[in-house]
């Protein structure tokens, strides 16, 4: 009995499978999953700390030629404990770091992530950001989109 009831319920979830395996060998008009459509990522690095475990930065240059109004408001860092964008401004009469308010893009965007601006601040780097590896750096979107991206890793020393 329950052997006859089984079978219908593998074929099914076989059939599923196919339908899912078949859906992915389609040629693919939509961007892949991790990227946004028009977003272009160059120059990426994570600069470490020069105190180990310390926070490291992440600093690269963004261009944005998509047709959708879209907005960053978060990042991710695979390898460190978290990542928050942050950008530098000034408060109270000092040049003051914080929490970026969320970074509009519109075709035609360009945005430089860079020593004394924006950029992503990453708490708790891991033994992996090891310089001269590279860190999977995920940018996320308003509406829970996400661009991932490589970033080369640096030491404290090296060219910001
Ligand atoms: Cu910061």
Redesign the pocket.
Same mark, same amino acid.
């Given at each position: 009995m329950t052997t006859a009831l089984a079978a219908p319920a593998l074929l099914a979830a076989t059939l599923g499978l196919s339908a899912c395996a078949d859906e992915a060998e389609a040629p693919a008009a939509a961007p892949a999953e991790g990227t946004i459509a028009g977003m272009e990522i160059t120059d990426a690095r994570l600069v470490l700390a020069p105190v180990e475990g310390n926070?490291a930065?992440v600093y690269f240059n963004l261009s944005y030629d998509g047709e959708k109004g879209l907005a960053i408001r978060d990042a991710e860092v695979e390898g460190a404990g978290s990542a928050?964008i %942050?950008d530098?401004m000034e408060y109270d009469f000092k040049m003051q /770091?914080n929490t970026s308010a969320p970074i509009p893009l519109t075709k035609g965007t360009e945005v430089a992530f860079e020593p004394g601006g924006k %950029?992503i /601040?990453v708490f708790e780097p891991s033994d992996a950001l090891a310089p001269g590896s590279t860190a999977k750096v995920t940018l996320i979107l308003a509406g829970g989109a996400t661009h991932e991206f490589e970033a080369e890793v640096r030491e404290a020393g090296e060219e910001r």
């Open positions: 926070p930065a928050d %942050h530098v /770091m %950029h /601040m």
